[in-house]
């Protein structure tokens, strides 16, 4: 996974635990919602459509149900390594804009029409920008960042609506850095955007859960490791069989050369996927790398070897073996010097 994968993945955490508060969201009864987010955040994606789908044709002018089905849609693609919902992600992140404006043109003043349309803005954007569509993905989520700015200057405590915007503050200077961020102003905010976050785990309705996700993030890419752990063992005690958060503390470990703790991670990852039985088997292929470096690191020379043998004979798309085929190459090269010294 890489930093902007990572970025999509707490994005959609944010957005999918913004559920976990008052019991209406403008005029719609939450607690399926509330069970729906439940359900995916085991990762039992099924029921969790299910009850969109109900949700759906009980409230029809509703864009609640949609947008929580596209951020499922969204998680699901992340999970997977996929974009086999793509289409069903675009299509329902339309729908729910849609009817966000038709709220808004009836009641401009409706902060949640407000904030799911900036929210799906900036939403899709990331989407779009994470596959190469970095002019439709920036100018779409830029206007989405506008609006939420104006929304917390009108309503300085929804607390909710800052999360995009702390996670901005994080990534503009990363994003300055981009030949195609160059009209941005190139400043370094990301104390100010982890002190936004630390404010929203600890006052948000709901993106508290969002909150602890990014600081994890963010502490990990700033090599505070310590913070990092702490904040990722904090996250797995709610969803200890959880594979974004698993993902991020083995990685965690890995950065930090504790090598035993990373590969038991990485193995109960392996594990949870195969019997996932996933679309596609990338997230297989790159666990048996992570393990194959792991194992090399502590001298487990046989281990190395079942790993990368594992990693070549899994069946993967052309798309996926392409995504991986340097880090398989670089294992092997390794083996061929192991071997050729034995």
């Given at each position: 996974?890489?930093?902007?994968?990572?970025?999509?993945?707490?994005?959609?955490?944010?957005?999918?635990?913004?559920?976990?508060?008052?019991?209406?969201?403008?005029?719609?009864?939450?607690?399926?919602?509330?069970?729906?987010?439940?359900?995916?955040?085991?990762?039992?994606?099924?029921?969790?459509?299910?009850?969109?789908?109900?949700?759906?044709?009980?409230?029809?002018?509703?864009?609640?149900?949609?947008?929580?089905?596209?951020?499922?849609?969204?998680?699901?693609?992340?999970d997977?390594?996929?974009?086999?919902?793509?289409?069903?992600?675009?299509?329902?992140?339309?729908?729910?804009?849609?009817?966000?404006?038709?709220?808004?043109?009836?009641?401009?003043?409706?902060?949640?029409?407000q904030?799911?349309?900036?929210?799906?803005?900036?939403?899709?954007?990331?989407?779009?920008?994470?596959?190469?569509?970095?002019?439709?993905?920036?100018?779409?989520?830029?206007?989405?960042?506008?609006?939420?700015?104006?929304?917390?200057?009108?309503e300085?405590?929804?607390?909710?609506?800052?999360?995009?915007?702390?996670?901005?503050?994080?990534?503009?200077?990363?994003?300055?850095?981009?030949?195609?961020?160059?009209?941005?102003?190139?400043?370094?905010?990301?104390?100010?955007?982890?002190?936004?976050?630390?404010?929203?785990?600890?006052?948000g309705?709901f993106?508290?859960?969002?909150?602890?996700?990014?600081?994890?993030?963010?502490?990990?890419?700033?090599?505070?490791?310590?913070?990092?752990?702490?904040?990722?063992?904090?996250?797995?005690?709610?969803?200890?069989?959880?594979?974004?958060?698993?993902?991020?503390?083995?990685?965690?470990?890995?950065?930090?050369?504790?090598?035993?703790?990373?590969?038991?991670?990485?193995?109960?990852?392996?594990?949870?996927?195969?019997?996932?039985?996933?679309?596609?088997?990338?997230n297989?292929?790159?666990?048996?790398?992570?393990l194959?470096?792991?194992?090399?690191?502590?001298?487990?020379?046989?281990?190395?070897?079942?790993?990368?043998?594992?990693?070549?004979?899994?069946?993967?798309?052309?798309?996926?073996?392409?995504?991986?085929?340097?880090?398989?190459?670089?294992?092997?090269?390794?083996?061929?010097?192991?071997?050729?010294?034995?």
């Amino acid at each position: 996974m890489n930093w902007l994968r990572l970025v999509v993945i707490v994005v959609v955490w944010a957005e999918w635990t913004r559920a976990e508060g008052e019991g209406h969201l403008i005029g719609l009864d939450q607690t399926p919602i509330l069970r729906a987010v439940e359900l995916s955040l085991h990762h039992a994606y099924s029921a969790a459509e299910s009850i969109f789908d109900s949700l759906q044709k009980i409230y029809p002018d509703h864009p609640a149900p949609e947008y929580f089905h596209a951020l499922l849609k969204q998680m699901m693609m992340m999970d997977y390594e996929t974009d086999l919902y793509e289409k069903e992600f675009l299509l329902l992140a339309e729908r729910s804009l849609k009817k966000s404006e038709t709220i808004l043109k009836l009641n401009p003043a409706n902060v949640w029409a407000q904030y799911f349309l900036a929210s799906i803005l900036v939403t899709r954007s990331i989407y779009w920008i994470s596959h190469g569509q970095i002019l439709q993905g920036s100018f779409g989520g830029l206007a989405g960042i506008e609006r939420l700015e104006k929304l917390v200057k009108q309503e300085p405590t929804f607390y909710d609506a800052y999360f995009y915007l702390a996670i901005y503050r994080c990534l503009k200077y990363e994003l300055s850095h981009k030949l195609w961020w160059r009209f941005i102003k190139r400043e370094n905010r990301i104390n100010e955007g982890l002190s936004l976050l630390e404010l929203i785990h600890e006052k948000g309705t709901f993106s508290r859960f969002g909150a602890i996700q990014a600081l994890l993030y963010f502490y990990a890419y700033q090599k505070e490791f310590v913070k990092a752990k702490a904040v990722a063992q904090k996250l797995l005690e709610q969803y200890p069989n959880n594979r974004f958060g698993l993902w991020g503390l083995a990685k965690i470990y890995f950065e930090n050369r504790e090598y035993a703790e990373s590969k038991k991670i990485f193995q109960q990852l392996l594990e949870l996927t195969s019997a996932e039985k996933m679309p596609g088997r990338l997230n297989e292929v790159s666990l048996s790398i992570y393990l194959a470096r792991c194992s090399y690191e502590l001298g487990d020379v046989e281990a190395y070897g079942q790993y990368i043998d594992r990693a070549g004979k899994t069946t993967l798309d052309a798309k996926s073996r392409e995504k991986l085929s340097e880090d398989l190459k670089d294992l092997e090269s390794l083996r061929d010097q192991i071997n050729g010294k034995n």
